[in-house]
């Protein structure tokens, strides 16, 4: 692996508070339709979209995101 190769970063960011991957595709995806940047973003970021639900009545509950994920906001990059 080169010093090229671990220097490309895919671009990415931090939620804020009470994000929801519909505000976090408005936010950063503006281009986009919602439901093809909502798509996007959950396909990106399966560390996230596939993370067990919090229990019912939990404040997390409905929302997977947490303010210390790491959400990409592009999908990952073709290999060299």
């Keep these: ?6 220097s490309t970063v895919r671009k990415s960011v931090l939620p804020q508070a009470g994000d929801t991957w519909a505000s976090i595709a408005a936010r950063e995806l503006p281009d ?6 909502v798509s996007g973003l959950q396909s990106w970021n399966l560390h996230v979209f596939m993370r067990a639900p919090a229990p019912e009545g939990s404040p997390r509950a409905g929302n997977p995101i947490l303010p210390s994920d790491v959400i990409f906001i592009e999908p990952p990059l073709a290999a060299a």
């Design 1 to 6: 692996m080169t010093a090229t190769t671990l």
């Design 32 to 37: 986009m339709a919602e439901a093809d940047a």
